[in-house]
């Protein structure tokens, strides 16, 4: 069975009714004010903290570095009541794994939230069967079902999945793994069926599919929100692993 962890929501005084309200069944919400968000985090296990900085976009921001900073493994969604490029690069940048603007759309927001908390979960549960024993059996949360992997290939699949949407180096991959590039890459690809390259970009695409199920979101936002900084090399991986473009992949969604 998964084990929970807490929600730390992390908002003005004016909204905490509404959160401690927020639709989100089965799952501990904790709303507290900024200045106690770090606090609660040191105190506990968090699966997933919400930051809403209404109108104060630089507060949030430095709210969100800060915790990004110290509990790099948990994902953050940031809130705002301002919306500019400028503001929503500048939170993907330092961290936020997801960006909505208020008044919120709850079906989305709620459905992301899941999303994260379940990633966020089988990702715990991968590294402890894999501290356990290198036969134990890792189960399906990886998105490209591979099943059972030796741990130093497990642990840089985990790290993948959790850390997409940042730049991952070969180099730094290899250095998780604990081996030297060549052996990790031959390793790799025997235990995955890919390479960490395209397994990398493969996460990305996996995730991208899901982003453009939203119509509220440009295959930009899309390409950003997943890793990709240029939207035609988004095309072209997109392309190459799904067999058709983003834009065709969601002309067929709707």
Known sequence: MIRKFPIIIACAAEDVAYYRNFPLPNEELQVVPYGQAVCSVLSQ???????????????????????????????????????????????????????????????????????????????????????????????????????????????????????????????????????????????????????PVRYLKFVRIQRAKELLKRADLSVFSAAHRVGFQDVSNFNKNFKNIEGCTPSQYRSRLF
């Open 45 to 195: 296990e968090i699966d997933l903290i919400v930051i809403d900085c209404g109108f104060d976009a630089r507060l949030g921001l430095g709210l969100l570095e800060d915790l990004k900073t110290r509990f790099p493994g948990v994902p953050i969604l940031f809130v705002t009541e301002q919306s500019s490029e400028e503001i929503i690069l500048r939170a993907f940048k330092v961290g936020a794994r997801d960006f909505f603007q208020k008044p919120l759309p709850v079906f989305n927001v709620r459905s992301t939230m899941m999303e994260l908390l379940k990633a966020k979960r089988e990702v715990r549960d991968h590294l402890r069967a894999a501290n356990v024993s290198e036969n134990e059996q890792a189960g399906n949360g990886t998105l490209c079902q591979i099943g059972i992997l030796q741990p130093a290939i497990m642990k840089v699949v985990c790290h993948i999945e959790s850390n997409y949407q940042k730049a991952i180096s070969l180099d730094q991959m290899a250095a998780l793994a604990s081996m030297s590039k060549y052996h990790f890459v031959r390793l790799f690809r025997r235990e995955a069926g890919m390479s």
